[in-house]
């Protein structure tokens, strides 16, 4: 198994932003989020935090990890097993290519919306939660098999679980 994928930390026109330094091939792992977990109380709008779960999230490492930025048309996508996650290629990435990844496939707040300026010929303009995403999206993020349970399950029941009550898990 590949470890240590090079990756390239570098100021662009939106902050930080990590670009892939040697070829990065479909499915290789590129990084693991390594930060302290965290409840949605516990998150506001300036932290970086990654959502994993219905009230579970990943707050910064001061790694890298904390410096994927959003793309409406992603080549990499995050992995969740548990209460970890980490980021996996979703297609060839060429070196030069920025990483990014689609925040909508993980968010699931209800109050979550971003503005996208990605420039990707398919961007949405607005970026909200994963069960907002139009269907021509969902449809081929579910084939891919990169949503999580929590996600599905809050497209299906209109809403984030953590709204809805107690839940099992
Ligand atoms: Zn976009």
Redesign the pocket.
């Known amino acids: 198994m590949k470890v240590g994928i090079k990756l390239d930390v570098r100021d662009g026109e939106y902050g930080k932003a990590v670009f892939a330094v040697e070829r990065i091939t479909t499915g290789t792992l590129i990084a693991p989020f390594t930060g302290p977990f965290l409840t949605y109380a516990q998150t506001n709008a300036d932290t970086y935090a990654l959502q994993i779960g219905p009230d579970l999230y990943i707050g910064e490492s001061g790694g890298v990890d904390d410096l994927f930025n959003?793309?409406?048309d992603p080549n990499a996508w995050v992995r969740i097993q548990g209460r970890s996650a980490e980021l996996v290629a979703l297609r060839d990435i060429l070196p030069g290519e920025q990483v990014c990844f689609d925040y909508s496939t993980i968010m699931d707040e209800d109050d979550f919306t971003m503005r996208?300026?990605?420039?990707?010929g398919?961007?949405?303009?607005l970026?909200g939660d994963g069960r907002m995403l139009p269907p021509v999206v969902w449809d081929r993020y579910v084939e891919l098999g990169i949503l999580p349970e929590y996600v599905k399950q809050s497209r299906v029941h209109g809403g984030p679980s953590r709204l809805r009550g107690p839940s099992p898990g």
């Not at 996208?116 to 990707?120: F, M, P, R, W």
């Not at 398919?122 to 303009?125: A, H, Q, S, V």
């Open positions: 959003h793309s409406c996208c300026l990605c420039g990707s398919l961007c949405r303009g970026i």
